[in-house]
């Protein structure tokens, strides 16, 4: 006699309305092993962008570089315990033991570390390609997809004058003011690659230090993260999304039952998604951590694992600084183009950079091709400074509005208790710059990039530094407080 089912066979019979299930989350490997992969994967990707991208010489290079080990990522309480790996990455670097060689013919950089304690020697390269910037690659000697050349178009002729094409008139002499505090500025914070101040419809100083140049595309970091938002921002307008309070929709995150569906495009763009990961120690014991550096130290697919990510927090309670959130965005960008049948790499600079006329701009792509949303962009001040002017004409630009209406006013303002966090730009409500506005808001990037947009005042100011050479804030904010004194 066939035996009836401990349950109502209706519940197997049932249509499932449901996506593929919750994503399988990744974990994060803390071992010491892996650090010192992302340790050795980071120079590389350091050397191929100072070289191959930003145009210095190898021993400009040289004098920049400064060996960033890998840490493990921190938790709710701060950095765990974990070895310190800095000492041992030194010593190995002073004593010959950790090399990095350079193929300008390939535009690629190695860095190779030796230790008669490892079963191996760890290696890491990065390979730089046009329109992808530097492609970290770790231990695999190419990447997964083809970097072919990407066919970029630019609405406005190079030769019209600045923001909508190159030409810039020399300016004339800054104010005493504006020439002393940037005197300063450059004198206390040598890394700086330069300074240009602008209004919507002129630049009005521009200053470079000896390695920097108006035509220099150097690294901006996290201030990548303004130009994804940005572009969240495009696909609203274009009708590619709907609202900024919606669910996110990632690829990966498709079962309507998984607590990912809680997070919203807003809640990524203002750091809230509560996205986190297990990181596993050396001794196996797990935690739940929050990357911040791990997509420019792992050769690994960037949409993928950050869409990957655990839900730590409630989605929407929690300020947290994290990589993850802007990938999953990236993510959505690449769907969105792609559902439509566009191709990816020209749609995704033309929705924005490219009708801005950022002509040296350019992303860092992954290994698998995506084109990394949370940093590690390039581009020369002046076509930093054109997003500061987008921002400034509410995002108008030649007349047509590329952004919503009120999109300026949503992404520059902080709208949470507890930070000064808005969409993807910091604001000055507070007052890290006490001589300017608490609605003063910019853009910003590891080593103190910044492009600011000072709206009441109608100027914006870019300023580019070198990775891992600090600059001075209060010389700083000096600069730009002279600034709006001077020309607003």
Not at 158 to 180: I, K, N, Q, S
Not at 229 to 253: F, K
Not at 379 to 387: G, K, V
Request: proline share 9%; glycine share 8%.
């Amino acid at each position: 006699m066939r035996q009836k089912p401990w349950v109502d066979g209706i519940f197997d019979a049932s249509p499932r309305p449901f996506g593929n299930g919750p994503v399988d989350p990744l974990v994060y490997d803390g071992s010491l092993a892996a650090r010192r992969q992302r340790t050795v994967n980071f120079a590389a990707k350091r050397y191929a962008d100072m070289m191959f991208v930003t145009g210095l010489d190898r021993a400009t290079a040289d004098r920049h570089f400064r060996l960033r080990v890998a840490t493990v990522p921190s938790g709710l309480d701060g950095q765990p315990d974990s070895p310190d790996l800095q000492p041992e990455a030194q010593a190995a670097f002073a004593g010959g033991r950790l090399t990095v060689t350079i193929d300008a013919a390939d535009r690629r950089a190695t860095v190779r570390w030796d230790d008669p304690a490892f079963a191996a020697p760890v290696i890491g390269q990065a390979l730089t390609r046009p329109g992808y910037g530097s492609i970290l690659l770790g231990p695999h000697a190419e990447p997964g997809f083809d970097p072919a050349p990407i066919a970029r178009e630019f609405p406005h002729a190079a030769g019209r004058p600045w923001p909508l094409g190159d030409a810039v008139d020399t300016p004339p002499a800054p104010p005493r003011a504006v020439a002393a505090a940037a005197d300063t500025y450059f004198a206390e914070s040598p890394g700086t690659y330069g300074v240009l101040i602008a209004r919507p419809d002129r630049v009005l100083f521009e200053r470079y230090s000896a390695f920097g140049a108006p035509d220099r595309a150097t690294p901006s970091w996290s201030m990548t993260k303004a130009i994804t938002c940005t572009v969240i921002g495009r696909l609203i307008q274009e009708g590619w999304l709907n609202a900024v309070h919606d669910p996110a929709p990632a690829p990966l995150w498709s079962d309507p039952r998984a607590i990912h569906r809680l997070i919203t495009l807003d809640h990524l763009v203002r750091m809230r998604s509560g996205l986190g990961m297990p990181v596993r120690h050396e001794d196996g014991s797990t935690y739940a951590g929050y990357e911040n550096s791990g997509v420019y130290q792992d050769a690994g697919n960037a949409y993928e694992i950050a869409q990957r990510s655990i839900v730590t927090t409630v989605p929407g309670s929690v300020y947290r600084y994290v990589n993850s959130g802007l990938n999953v965005l990236g993510s959505i960008i690449r769907d969105r183009i792609e559902r439509r049948g566009l191709p990816y790499y020209p749609t995704a600079y033309g929705l924005l950079v490219d009708r801005l006329g950022m002509r040296r701009y350019q992303h860092s792509a992954d290994i698998a091709g995506n084109l990394i949303a949370s940093g590690a962009g390039y581009a020369t001040l002046r076509d930093y400074a054109r997003l500061g002017v987008l921002y400034l004409n509410d995002g108008v630009w030649n007349g047509e509005q590329l952004l919503p209406p009120g999109w300026a006013d949503y992404a520059l303002t902080a709208t949470h208790a507890g930070t000064s966090y808005a969409a993807c730009f910091r604001t000055n409500a507070d007052r890290a710059f006490p001589d300017l506005p608490p609605d003063a808001a910019w853009a910003s990037g590891a080593s103190d990039q910044r492009i600011f947009i000072l709206r009441r005042a109608r100027l914006t100011v870019a300023v580019a530094n070198e990775t891992d050479h600090p600059i001075s804030p209060p010389a700083l904010n000096r600069l730009v407080a002279a600034a709006i004194a001077s020309y607003a």
